[in-house]
Nanobody, 125 residues
């Protein structure tokens, strides 16, 4: 069973940038879809964006589009979330997840099979 470990969270100021990493314990296969979610205290988990491992096709939530970038490094088997122009409302626990697809599936509506433990991002005003 694949495991996901997030890292890179921290305390930053509004307007700063931060990059999160997600390290899968097994190689990511081409049809897999990886995603970032976040959850703020007292709020529901929110989709941030996702990426298909094969071709790096990506989608983003409206709240982060233009500020956040998801990428993957195939040789290093790593997933990243580059966050810029951070706002206090970006404060949340950030999670990576993977859909273990065995064929090409749409990015929209993907249901994820494995989740990481999360890394905290706090943005002060």
């Amino acid at each position: 069973q694949v495991q996901l470990v997030e890292s890179g969270g921290g305390l930053v100021q509004a307007g700063d940038s931060l990059t999160l990493s997600c390290a899968p314990s097994t190689p990511m296969l081409s049809n897999y879809i990886m995603a970032w979610f976040r959850q703020a205290p007292g709020k529901e988990r929110e989709f941030v964006g996702n990426i298909r491992w094969r071709d790096s096709q990506r989608t983003y939530a409206d709240s982060v589009r233009g500020r956040f970038t998801i990428s993957r490094d195939n040789p290093r088997n790593m997933l990243y979330l580059q966050m810029s122009m951070l706002k206090p409302e970006d404060t949340a626990q950030y999670f990576c997840a993977v859909r273990l697809a065995d064929r090409r599936e749409p990015l929209a509506g993907a249901r994820y099979d494995v989740w990481g433990q999360g890394t905290q991002v706090t943005v002060s005003s």
